[in-house]
C-alpha cells in the first residue's frame, strides 16, 4: 500500500478499519463473539395476566437499544412452557428475523476488590511496591497482568471446543529504574498508589444472552428498535381472600382482596390482569428450549403444587364448587404473605369466556416482594340457613370387621354432626365467586372465618358461622322388624331388616328458623313425613356421592357384589321453617338386607 505523508491517517484509518473487520469476522465464524456491559439492554415488562396457580403470562414491549449489527442482545432469558414463547417487532417497517440464545462472554465493570484487581485497574499508575521478605519498598509503574486472550486460546484450541474466558496470568509487569520487572501477585505484600487509583476493573464472563436478530431492510438501523416478547411462566401467583360484611337483615357487602407474590422478575408500572379460573398448559411441566434450562426454576412454596394451599386456593372449580347446598365448606386453608403495599385501585373488570379477569393498573413489584390490594367490592342478598347433616355409619356385619382403634374414629365421626348456621350467599353480581378464605363480620366486629367455594353468577354458596347451639337436635333409630329368608339371590338366601328413625328439633331461639336437615342411610328408604324428600344412589353410576364423597371408612371393607344388588345409599332432604318454642318430629323407613 502506498501512502504518502498527507495521507498517512486517512491510510491509518483504513488499515485499522480493515483490521477490525477482519477481527470482526474471524470471531463470527470461530463463534468467538464478546458483547459489552453497555450493548445489553433489558426489555421492560409491559403487561402481567396471573392465574391463580402461579402461571403468569408475561408480555414484554419497549424502545431498546441495538448494537453495531442492528440487534437486540438481552441479558434476561424467560423460562417459558414449551411452545409459549413468541417474540415480535412492535415497528412494521422492522422484521424480526430469528431469535437465537446461548451462553456468551461479557464485558463487565466491576468494583475493584482485591490488589489483584486495583493493579488490574490500574495500568500507567505509579505506585510504591514492598514485597515479602524486603524491608523497604520501591518506586515503579504499572505496566500489565500478562493475559491470554479469548482469541488466542482459541487459536491453539482443538475444532468446536466451547469459547473459553481469558485467561489471567499470576505475575505483574512493574516498569522500574532498572527495567521492567516481572513480580507474582502472591508476593506483593502491600501497594501504595501516589495517586488516586482506579477502583474498577473490566471483566469478562459467561452470560446467557438472548439476541433478537432484525431485519431492517437495507437501512440503517436505528439506535433503538421497537420489540417484544410474550410467553407463559410460573413465577408471579394471585391469591384471593374476601371480607364479608352483613348486616343482619339480609344484606351483604363483600370485599374482594388480592396478594400478589411476585418471584419473576421486577414489575415498575405494569398493567396486571387476574384472572379467576385456572386454563390448561397441557406442557406446563416442560420449559421451551429457549430458555437454556433444562428444569423449571426452584420457587418457594407458595408455587409448589404438592403445598398446602395449592390444592384448596387453586380454583379447581369441578371439585371446589358449590353443587350443594348440603355441601359445606370444610376446607380452612389459607395462603399468607406479608403486606407490602395497599397497591393502586382497580380501574375495571371484564368476561373473557369461562375465565374471569380483573384488570390494575400501574402495579408496581418487584422480584421477591408481595403486594396486597383492593380488587372489587359489591352487595348481594343472603338469608341465615341451619343445616344439618346425619351421615351414615357401617352396618353390624362390616363393623365387626374393625379393629379398636378404627371403631373409635367412627364413633367420633357420628358424634360429629351438629346443626351448623350458615349464610347463604346468593351471586347476582357480574362475576362468579371464587375459591378462597372468607372473613366475616356483624356490626364491624369478626365472628367467623369460612371458605367461599366457586359460585358461579347466578349461582348460591354457603359460609359457615357457628354451632347452632341454641337449637336442639336429637335421633333415634330402631329395628322394627326381622324377615329371614326374605329373599334369595344366587343359590344364597338374604335376611332383611326393618327400621325407624326419629329426628327432633326444637328452636329455642327468639326468631323464626330456617333449617334444612339432611340424612343418610345404607339401605332403602320407604317413606319420609313432613313433606322429605327420598333420594337413592344410582346403581349404575355414583351419582350424588361423587359431590359429596364417600366416607372415610369406606375403603376398610371390600363391599361384596351382592351388597349393590340388594341396597343402596339413600338420603332424605326436609326443608322447613321453625317457629321459636316450637319442636319438629321428622320420621323416615328404611330396610336394608344381608346375606345369612
Request: charged letters at 25%; aromatic letters at 10%.
Given at each position: 500500500?502506498?501512502?504518502?505523508?498527507?495521507?498517512?491517517?486517512?491510510?491509518?484509518?483504513?488499515?485499522?478499519?480493515?483490521?477490525?473487520?477482519?477481527?470482526?469476522?474471524?470471531?463470527?465464524?470461530?463463534?468467538?463473539?464478546?458483547?459489552?456491559?453497555?450493548?445489553?439492554?433489558?426489555?421492560?415488562?409491559?403487561?402481567?395476566?396471573?392465574?391463580?396457580?402461579?402461571?403468569?403470562?408475561?408480555?414484554?414491549?419497549?424502545?431498546?437499544?441495538?448494537?453495531?449489527?442492528?440487534?437486540?442482545?438481552?441479558?434476561?432469558?424467560?423460562?417459558?412452557?414449551?411452545?409459549?414463547?413468541?417474540?415480535?417487532?412492535?415497528?412494521?417497517?422492522?422484521?424480526?428475523?430469528?431469535?437465537?440464545?446461548?451462553?456468551?462472554?461479557?464485558?463487565?465493570?466491576?468494583?475493584?476488590?482485591?490488589?489483584?484487581?486495583?493493579?488490574?485497574?490500574?495500568?500507567?499508575?505509579?505506585?510504591?511496591?514492598?514485597?515479602?521478605?524486603?524491608?523497604?519498598?520501591?518506586?515503579?509503574?504499572?505496566?500489565?497482568?500478562?493475559?491470554?486472550?479469548?482469541?488466542?486460546?482459541?487459536?491453539?484450541?482443538?475444532?468446536?471446543?466451547?469459547?473459553?474466558?481469558?485467561?489471567?496470568?499470576?505475575?505483574?509487569?512493574?516498569?522500574?529504574?532498572?527495567?521492567?520487572?516481572?513480580?507474582?501477585?502472591?508476593?506483593?505484600?502491600?501497594?501504595?498508589?501516589?495517586?488516586?487509583?482506579?477502583?474498577?476493573?473490566?471483566?469478562?464472563?459467561?452470560?446467557?444472552?438472548?439476541?433478537?436478530?432484525?431485519?431492517?431492510?437495507?437501512?440503517?438501523?436505528?439506535?433503538?428498535?421497537?420489540?417484544?416478547?410474550?410467553?407463559?411462566?410460573?413465577?408471579?401467583?394471585?391469591?384471593?381472600?374476601?371480607?364479608?360484611?352483613?348486616?343482619?337483615?339480609?344484606?351483604?357487602?363483600?370485599?374482594?382482596?388480592?396478594?400478589?407474590?411476585?418471584?419473576?422478575?421486577?414489575?415498575?408500572?405494569?398493567?396486571?390482569?387476574?384472572?379467576?379460573?385456572?386454563?390448561?398448559?397441557?406442557?406446563?411441566?416442560?420449559?421451551?428450549?429457549?430458555?437454556?434450562?433444562?428444569?423449571?426454576?426452584?420457587?418457594?412454596?407458595?408455587?409448589?403444587?404438592?403445598?398446602?394451599?395449592?390444592?384448596?386456593?387453586?380454583?379447581?372449580?369441578?371439585?371446589?364448587?358449590?353443587?350443594?347446598?348440603?355441601?359445606?365448606?370444610?376446607?380452612?386453608?389459607?395462603?399468607?404473605?406479608?403486606?407490602?403495599?395497599?397497591?393502586?385501585?382497580?380501574?375495571?373488570?371484564?368476561?373473557?369466556?369461562?375465565?374471569?379477569?380483573?384488570?390494575?393498573?400501574?402495579?408496581?413489584?418487584?422480584?421477591?416482594?408481595?403486594?396486597?390490594?383492593?380488587?372489587?367490592?359489591?352487595?348481594?342478598?343472603?338469608?341465615?340457613?341451619?343445616?344439618?347433616?346425619?351421615?351414615?355409619?357401617?352396618?353390624?356385619?362390616?363393623?365387626?370387621?374393625?379393629?379398636?382403634?378404627?371403631?373409635?374414629?367412627?364413633?367420633?365421626?357420628?358424634?360429629?354432626?351438629?346443626?351448623?348456621?350458615?349464610?347463604?350467599?346468593?351471586?347476582?353480581?357480574?362475576?362468579?365467586?371464587?375459591?378462597?378464605?372468607?372473613?366475616?363480620?356483624?356490626?364491624?366486629?369478626?365472628?367467623?372465618?369460612?371458605?367461599?367455594?366457586?359460585?358461579?353468577?347466578?349461582?348460591?354458596?354457603?359460609?359457615?358461622?357457628?354451632?347452632?347451639?341454641?337449637?336442639?337436635?336429637?335421633k333415634t333409630d330402631k329395628e322394627t322388624g326381622f324377615t329371614p329368608d326374605a329373599e334369595k339371590w344366587g343359590g344364597d338366601r338374604y335376611g332383611r331388616r326393618d327400621l325407624t328413625g326419629t329426628i327432633t328439633l326444637t328452636n329455642?331461639?327468639?326468631?323464626?328458623?330456617?333449617?334444612?336437615?339432611?340424612?343418610?342411610?345404607?339401605?332403602?328408604?320407604?317413606?319420609?313425613?313432613?313433606?322429605?324428600t327420598i333420594d337413592h344412589l344410582d346403581r349404575m353410576e355414583s351419582g350424588w356421592m361423587l359431590t359429596d364423597g364417600t366416607p372415610f371408612w369406606w375403603n376398610w371393607y371390600g363391599w361384596p357384589h351382592w351388597w349393590y344388588y340388594?341396597?343402596?345409599?339413600?338420603?332424605?332432604?326436609?326443608?322447613?321453617?321453625?317457629?321459636?318454642?316450637?319442636?319438629?318430629?321428622?320420621?323416615?323407613?328404611?330396610?336394608?338386607?344381608?346375606?345369612?
Amino acid at each position: 500500500m502506498k501512502c504518502c505523508k498527507n495521507h498517512i491517517p486517512k491510510c491509518i484509518s483504513k488499515v485499522i478499519t480493515l483490521l477490525a473487520l477482519c477481527c470482526a469476522l474471524w470471531s463470527y465464524a470461530h463463534g468467538q463473539t464478546t458483547v459489552s456491559e453497555g450493548a445489553l439492554a433489558n426489555m421492560p415488562v409491559k403487561e402481567v395476566t396471573i392465574f391463580k396457580d402461579g402461571h403468569v403470562f408475561v408480555v414484554h414491549e419497549g424502545k431498546v437499544p441495538v448494537d453495531s449489527q442492528g440487534d437486540v442482545v438481552l441479558d434476561y432469558l424467560p423460562c417459558p412452557v414449551l411452545g409459549t414463547f413468541w417474540p415480535y417487532s412492535a415497528n412494521p417497517k422492522v422484521k424480526l428475523s430469528a431469535v437465537v440464545a446461548g451462553r456468551r462472554i461479557v464485558s463487565l465493570n466491576r468494583t475493584a476488590l482485591t490488589v489483584r484487581e486495583l493493579i488490574q485497574a490500574s495500568p500507567g499508575a505509579k505506585v510504591r511496591i514492598k514485597e515479602q521478605n524486603q524491608a523497604q519498598p520501591y518506586q515503579a509503574t504499572i505496566l500489565s497482568i500478562p493475559s491470554r486472550s479469548t482469541e488466542e486460546l482459541a487459536k491453539t484450541s482443538p475444532p468446536g471446543t466451547e469459547e473459553m474466558l481469558p485467561q489471567q496470568g499470576n505475575i505483574v509487569l512493574l516498569q522500574t529504574a532498572e527495567g521492567v520487572k516481572a513480580v507474582p501477585l502472591d508476593r506483593i505484600e502491600e501497594v501504595t498508589f501516589v495517586d488516586e487509583p482506579k477502583n474498577a476493573v473490566t471483566q469478562k464472563d459467561y452470560r446467557n444472552l438472548m439476541t433478537l436478530k432484525l431485519n431492517w431492510d437495507n437501512r440503517k438501523s436505528e439506535q433503538t428498535a421497537d420489540v417484544g416478547m410474550a410467553y407463559v411462566q410460573l413465577g408471579i401467583r394471585w391469591i384471593p381472600s374476601y371480607r364479608v360484611e352483613i348486616d343482619g337483615t339480609g344484606n351483604a357487602v363483600i370485599e374482594l382482596q388480592a396478594t400478589l407474590i411476585n418471584e419473576l422478575t421486577d414489575l415498575r408500572d405494569v398493567t396486571a390482569n387476574l384472572v379467576i379460573g385456572v386454563p390448561t398448559f397441557a406442557f406446563k411441566d416442560q420449559v421451551d428450549p429457549i430458555s437454556l434450562q433444562r428444569t423449571v426454576a426452584q420457587l418457594s412454596p407458595y408455587f409448589r403444587a404438592d403445598s398446602r394451599t395449592a390444592f384448596a386456593l387453586s380454583n379447581a372449580i369441578m371439585s371446589q364448587s358449590a353443587p350443594s347446598r348440603y355441601d359445606g365448606a370444610r376446607e380452612d386453608e389459607s395462603g399468607r404473605a406479608g403486606i407490602i403495599d395497599l397497591g393502586p385501585e382497580v380501574t375495571g373488570s371484564l368476561r373473557n369466556e369461562d375465565l374471569y379477569v380483573f384488570t390494575v393498573e400501574h402495579i408496581t413489584l418487584k422480584k421477591g416482594q408481595r403486594m396486597v390490594l383492593p380488587v372489587s367490592e359489591f352487595k348481594l342478598k343472603y338469608k341465615d340457613v341451619f343445616t344439618l347433616d346425619l351421615p351414615f355409619g357401617p352396618p353390624p356385619e362390616v363393623r365387626h370387621n374393625f379393629n379398636n382403634q378404627q371403631q373409635a374414629e367412627i364413633a367420633r365421626f357420628l358424634l360429629a354432626p351438629r346443626l351448623m348456621h350458615k349464610i347463604r350467599l346468593e351471586n347476582d353480581s357480574k362475576y362468579p365467586l371464587t375459591t378462597a378464605p372468607a372473613l366475616i363480620f356483624r356490626k364491624g366486629r369478626v365472628i367467623a372465618q369460612a371458605m367461599m367455594k366457586y359460585t358461579p353468577v347466578a349461582g348460591s354458596t354457603d359460609l359457615d358461622l357457628t354451632i347452632a347451639v341454641d337449637i336442639t337436635t336429637e335421633k333415634t333409630d330402631k329395628e322394627t322388624g326381622f324377615t329371614p329368608d326374605a329373599e334369595k339371590w344366587g343359590g344364597d338366601r338374604y335376611g332383611r331388616r326393618d327400621l325407624t328413625g326419629t329426628i327432633t328439633l326444637t328452636n329455642r331461639r327468639t326468631d323464626k328458623v330456617y333449617i334444612e336437615v339432611v340424612r343418610s342411610i345404607l339401605g332403602h328408604i320407604d317413606t319420609a313425613d313432613q313433606d322429605g324428600t327420598i333420594d337413592h344412589l344410582d346403581r349404575m353410576e355414583s351419582g350424588w356421592m361423587l359431590t359429596d364423597g364417600t366416607p372415610f371408612w369406606w375403603n376398610w371393607y371390600g363391599w361384596p357384589h351382592w351388597w349393590y344388588y340388594f341396597n343402596s345409599v339413600g338420603r332424605v332432604t326436609w326443608k322447613f321453617e321453625l317457629e321459636p318454642g316450637k319442636t319438629k318430629n321428622l320420621n323416615y323407613n328404611w330396610k336394608y338386607f344381608w346375606r345369612q
